[in-house]
């Protein structure tokens, strides 16, 4: 659980003020509502390490294809297998 | 033991051992932190590649495991209340309490909560003002601003049914608790490439210049920890004891600033009692002063009395480097994944769990 898993960036979903800031993230096809307070410049199509909810920084795409792989395999992205509770 | 082609990068994994086993002349044991790289270490077979002369022991880095005994008394003492819901990562379901876990709480009718994230907690607070929300805020300094941004979110939407448990954990106090143990036989570090994501690398100098102790900042899959380790034991064949870093790819120097202030806003640095060690001054956060009523311990009279850690369990030695699992008299007898007697045998990153499911018999008993 102490892990940040890297996901894409596919949609900004909220924009309270300049920093408050949530998108949807894929991880591998299962998306979860991200705040984005931490990647100010993060862009639709980033690549982003995710933590519990939280964009903590950026990566590019090979290292984040190859290290959600890992992940997975690993069985380290189980929390996102969480069901996401109703908005 | 796994084939060299079954890894990322093959070739590299077959070059940094090579180059290990080159330059090894002395015995080191080296110690990585995190529970992710415990894990990753003992899945993929590493500890079996590396010369005998090397022996690496099993850190602290694993919020399940280091969250204090007390501190799930709190959490299942708060989870009890009337009109309350407790939210939790998963994973700390099933640690045990004094007299239970938070899943047999759960099971006798406590309302307990599985998230992903603490930013899901103030929503359920916004849907449910009769009842107050309490989200279980374990971690090292990654998950730190999450569970701050939390806090600050619900102050921002003035809710007053809204807290946090703090359990907050830091790394670089916990390596100086372990290097100044007098039987400490630690020689040099792996860093946990994500806390570092978060903190960046500058407050581990003073620790590697005090100690004379080799910090290499490193990620978790195979051929990230095999360069590592060859970082590591390069600096100690060459009496050097620098802060490197072998995970540039996510860790700059100075760390996301973002998310340290988000921390710094809400949280003091305090003392902490780790599962297994027992005190570490100056090694916690608790929330600060300034958003004291987000504070569940500050909110909520919590009556319960300090609770003794089980002395069959000694997963103090083994976080400190001490011991091995399997040197547990415990292991895989009286205590196993399904009926775990201590913490280390619950998650998947505790370093008894990665043992009893993956490791290969005998060939890791010895230290
Ligand atoms: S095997 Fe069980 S009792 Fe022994 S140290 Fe590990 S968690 Fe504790």
Redesign the interface.
């Known amino acids: 659980m102490c892990l940040a898993i890297p996901g894409k960036l596919i949609a900004i979903t909220a924009m309270l003020d300049d920093t408050f800031r949530t998108g949807k993230v894929s991880f591998g096809g299962i998306q979860k509502e991200v705040n984005l307070c931490m990647v100010p410049n993060a862009q639709i199509g980033d690549y982003l390490l995710v933590h519990v909810g939280v964009a903590i920084g950026k990566v590019d795409e090979e290292e984040a294809v190859k290290v959600f792989s890992y992940l997975k395999n690993m069985g380290e992205v189980e929390e996102l297998h969480i069901p996401e509770i109703n908005k | 033991m796994k084939y060299l082609s079954e890894y990322?990068d093959p070739e590299l994994v077959e070059e940094f051992i090579k180059e290990i086993h080159r330059i090894t002349t002395k015995p080191w044991t080296l110690m990585e932190i995190?529970?992710?790289q415990t894990?990753?270490l003992v899945?993929n077979g590493i500890l079996e590649m590396l010369p005998d002369k090397i022996t690496m022991v099993h850190g602290p880095?694993?919020?399940?495991c280091v969250t204090s005994v007390s501190v799930i008394d709190e959490a299942i003492f708060l989870a009890e209340q009337p009109n309350t819901i407790l939210c939790s990562?998963?994973?700390m379901l099933r640690v045990p309490g004094s007299s239970k876990s938070l899943l047999e709480a759960k099971a006798s009718g406590a309302d307990i909560?599985?998230?992903?994230?603490?930013?899901?907690a103030v929503?359920?607070a916004v849907?449910n003002p009769g009842k107050q929300v309490i989200f279980f805020a374990v971690?090292?300094e990654?998950?730190a601003?999450?569970n701050a941004?939390s806090v600050v979110h619900a102050a921002q939407l003035k809710l007053n049914n809204y807290s946090i448990l703090a359990s907050h954990v830091l790394v670089p106090p916990a390596m100086e608790a372990i290097l100044s143990d007098d039987e400490n036989k630690i020689d040099a570090f792996l860093a946990?490439g994500?806390?570092c994501?978060?903190m960046g690398i500058e407050e581990y100098h003073p620790v590697a210049s005090k100690y004379h102790c080799p910090i290499v900042v490193t990620g978790?899959?195979p051929v990230d920890l095999l360069q590592g380790i060859l970082m590591a034991v390069q600096q100690l064949e060459n009496g050097e004891y620098k802060v490197e870093n072998q995970y540039s790819?996510?860790v700059q120097r100075e760390g996301?600033v973002?998310?340290q202030n988000?921390i710094h806003k809400v949280f003091a640095i305090s003392d902490r009692i780790w599962r297994g060690i027992g005190n570490i001054p100056q090694s916690g956060y608790e929330v600060n002063e300034e958003y004291k009523n987000f504070n569940a311990r500050n909110k909520f009279n919590i009556d319960i009395p300090f609770a003794e850690e089980n002395k069959e369990c000694i997963s103090g030695d083994i976080m400190k480097g001490l011991k091995k699992p399997k040197q547990c008299p415990n292991f895989g007898s009286k205590c196993k994944p399904e009926h775990p007697l201590g913490a280390p045998m619950v998650?998947?990153?505790g370093a008894c769990a990665a043992y009893y499911h993956y490791a290969d018999a005998d060939s890791m008993l010895t230290i």
Do not use: M, W
């Open positions: 990322r995190c529970g992710g894990h990753s899945k880095g694993c919020p399940v990562f998963g994973d909560r599985i998230l992903y994230s603490p930013l899901e929503q359920l849907q971690g090292f990654t998950t601003p999450a941004l946990a994500h806390v994501t978060i978790f899959e790819r996510s996301n973002l998310a988000t998650s998947s990153e």
